[in-house]
């Protein structure tokens, strides 16, 4: 079943839930609540990666994230943490965290592949070109993206990192126009086969609010996301990263439902909190 990451971002300047969670304690109920509305990870993360933003310094990172990350795995709630920086991914990895979300696929620190090849966690690589403000410039984005990652697992693989284990990401958003997004996201099925899955991020995005009048609240990109993370679970997506993890455990209830009748799916959140699920025991 595809999974689902709830997106924490501990950081003051998030574009989309405007640092609300920037309070530890408030943070940690937070991730808890995800987990329990269905969340099969908590995504934490301390650095935005919106268009403009300043880049954070690790140790500014480090103390953001770590504090949640540590709370959340004594309430046994299942972290994946969210950074570019191998020093945050090792001292999140240290205090519970159990998969590393890198939206640069190793390329912004040479440390990250041989961290997750020693650690053995699973780890999302993204599509990236240098940041949100790279140009988003292809001749056809699809074979384009998936040749840019193709060559990314490859260099993944010779420090190790087990391919089972490496999900890939084509970075919606990420130096994409709004063209692009939709015609990486018709053809995702093609990026399952780079590595162990695929994940992707559409939440609240920037393309999926074009759908929607111009002066329309972000939570209104909710229903869009739903969508997408029900066609995301048609296409054999491993993952995707929601913030409304409601909505896309409905969604995902709706597509099991619909693929193997009422009595063969799990009830919504039926996993407990703290219980484990081998990731990769049905990742296709
Ligand atoms: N997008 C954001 C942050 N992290 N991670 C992955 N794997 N894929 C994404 O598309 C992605 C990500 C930016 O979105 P946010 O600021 O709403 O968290």
Not at 51 to 66: F, K, M, N, Q, T
Not at 116 to 145: C, E, K, L, T
Not at 189 to 203: D, M
Not at 243 to 271: F, I, K, M, N
Request: proline fraction near 6%; hydrophobic fraction near 45%.
């Amino acid at each position: 079943m595809t999974r689902l990451l709830g997106i924490l971002n501990v950081t003051p300047d998030s574009f989309s839930d405007g640092g609300v969670w920037g309070d530890t304690q408030a943070a940690i109920d937070r991730g808890v609540e995800l987990h329990e509305l269905g969340a099969d990870y908590v995504d934490v993360g301390g650095e935005s990666t919106r268009p403009g933003a300043e880049p954070v310094d690790p140790e500014e990172e480090r103390r953001r994230v770590l504090p949640v990350v540590a709370g959340l795995a004594d309430r046994r709630v299942p972290v994946s943490i969210d950074t570019m920086h191998a020093d945050v991914a090792r001292a999140a990895l240290d205090v519970g965290a159990r998969l590393v979300n890198d939206v640069s696929g190793g390329l912004a620190d040479s440390a990250m592949a041989p961290l997750i090849a020693s650690a053995g966690v699973p780890y999302i690589a993204m599509h990236w070109r240098g940041g949100a403000d790279a140009a988003p410039q292809y001749r056809d984005v699809v074979a384009d993206v998936k040749a840019e990652l193709k060559t990314r697992v490859a260099e993944l693989l010779i420090f190790g990192v087990d391919p089972a284990k490496l999900i890939v990401d084509p970075g919606l958003g990420f130096a994409k126009k709004n063209v692009h997004n939709w015609a990486l996201l018709g053809h995702l099925e093609e990026f399952a086969r780079l590595g162990g899955g695929v994940l992707i991020g559409a939440s609240r995005k920037r393309f999926v609010g074009k759908l929607l009048p111009p002066d329309a609240p972000f939570e209104d990109r909710d229903a869009p996301t739903a969508i997408i993370t029900a066609l995301a679970a048609r296409s054999g997506a491993w993952g995707v990263r929601v913030h409304d993890v409601a909505a896309s455990r409905q969604a995902l209830d709706v597509w099991e439902r619909w693929r193997h009748g009422a009595e063969s799916t799990r009830e919504p959140a039926a996993l407990p909190v703290g219980a484990t699920e081998s990731v990769f025991e049905s990742a296709t």
